[in-house]
Structures are given as structure tokens and as C-alpha cells.
């Protein structure tokens, strides 16, 4: 018994030793590739031979004319420029001198069998106006009514030698109108469509109301 526990562990022993040798790099077993092994003084030198800090790469010529662009370096002639202004006179600009308001007036005129409310300067549409051309210039003499920022000149019918002054600008058709007829039971259906003929006046003035009494409204 006790040779054969002997013989076991003999073999045992000389198991473990062949399977050590065979787990070895064969660099370190070969004599032949011993160069290829690296000390560890020689990976010393090696690690401290590279740099610690990355390699700056020179940018391409497009980036740094555009880096250049963006980032103009500063002179010295602006810092000095405020200086060179101090110097220089002063110009003020003149104030703008207002425009003349217009004056607050307005007028009730009769045109055809219609009243409309004028004010100079605006424009207005009238039934046509026969034999009035663009840029003519006409008077409307059935005033009605005029009014001012302090009094009123009421006309009876109309305000004497009162008159509004208008130009033509345009001679136009109105907006469509549709007229539709029916009669029940008979099959009849009339669908028509109409157009009215206007003018369109622009007011330019009123004159001739001063002479006529007025009624003065307390401010």
C-alpha cells in the first residue's frame, strides 16, 4: 500500500512539471526568440520616451482664414479713434418743423338725390356724374350743412354762397348686385346680375360759408 501511494504521487509530481512547462510563453522557451521578450527597464524607456501631451496639427488653410475672419485682431488705431471724435465739431440737426394741421371743417352735400358728409382732403363715391371726366374739377353748390370747431352754419334749405370744390379721379362700375325672380308654379327663374355706375370724387375744399350767420357753440 504504501508503495503504490509513493508511485502516485511520483507521477503526480511529474504531471504538474510538464504542464508548467507547457503553460511558459514559447518566446521565453524558445532561444531563438529571445529578442522579442521586452524588460521592464526597456518598457520604462519606452513609456517615458512618449509624449504626455497630444500633437497640435497645423489647421487647413480654409480653417484658418476663416478662424482669421471671425476673430480680427485689435488695432491700436480704434483704441485712439474715440480721441480723434472728441475732437471733431458737433453738428446738430435742426428740429423738423411740423406740418400745418388741417383744417377741422366739414360739410353736408346733396349730390343727385343722396346727402353725403365731406371732409377735405378725403374722397367719396357718387352716383355718376355725367359728362364729368378724370381730373376734372367740379363744384358742388347744395350745401346743406357746415361745421367748424366752434360753430355750426345751418342751412335753410341750403347755406348761401357755400360751395365744396372736389376733383374726378375715376369714373367705375359698383359691386355686383344679383337679382333673382321667381314665380311659383310656372317654371320661372330670371337670375341677373347688375352693376351700378359710380364716380369717385376727392373733396378739396370748402369756401364761401363765412358771409352766412352761424350758430356758436359754448365751449
Known amino acids: 500500500m504504501v508503495s ?6 511520483s507521477s503526480l509530481s511529474v504531471q504538474c512539471k510538464i504542464s508548467q512547462k507547457s503553460r ?20 520604462l524607456s519606452l513609456s517615458s520616451a512618449l509624449p504626455s501631451k497630444r500633437v497640435a496639427f497645423p489647421l487647413p488653410p480654409k480653417a484658418a482664414a476663416a478662424a482669421e475672419v471671425e476673430a480680427p485682431p ?4 480704434d483704441a485712439s479713434k474715440p480721441e480723434d471724435d ?19 371743417i366739414f360739410a353736408v352735400v346733396m349730390v343727385g338725390s343722396r346727402q353725403y358728409i ?8 357718387t352716383q355718376r356724374l355725367k359728362g364729368a371726366s378724370v381730373n376734372d374739377k ?15 352754419y345751418i342751412g335753410k334749405p ?21 337679382v333673382f325672380k321667381y314665380k311659383k308654379k310656372k317654371n320661372y327663374r330670371r337670375n ?28
Request: proline share 7%; hydrophobic share 40%.
Open 4 to 9: 503504490s501511494t509513493l508511485s502516485l504521487c
Open 24 to 43: 511558459s510563453s514559447p518566446v521565453s522557451s524558445n532561444p531563438n526568440l529571445g529578442f522579442l521578450s521586452l524588460s521592464s527597464t526597456t518598457k
Open 74 to 77: 485689435l488695432l491700436e488705431a
Open 86 to 104: 472728441a475732437g471733431a465739431p458737433v453738428v446738430e440737426a435742426s428740429p423738423e418743423e411740423p406740418a400745418p394741421k388741417r383744417e377741422e
Open 118 to 125: 365731406v371732409f377735405p382732403g378725403r374722397f367719396i363715391y
Open 138 to 152: 367740379i363744384v358742388l353748390k347744395k350745401v346743406l350743412l357746415v361745421g367748424t370747431k366752434n360753430s355750426t
Open 158 to 178: 341750403v347755406v348761401t354762397n357755400a360751395a365744396v370744390h372736389a376733383v374726378v379721379e375715376e369714373q367705375l362700375l359698383d359691386k355686383k348686385v344679383i
Open 192 to 219: 341677373i346680375g347688375h352693376r351700378q355706375p359710380i364716380t369717385r370724387i376727392r373733396i378739396t375744399g370748402i369756401t364761401g360759408y363765412q358771409d352766412y350767420p352761424a350758430v356758436t357753440l359754448d365751449s
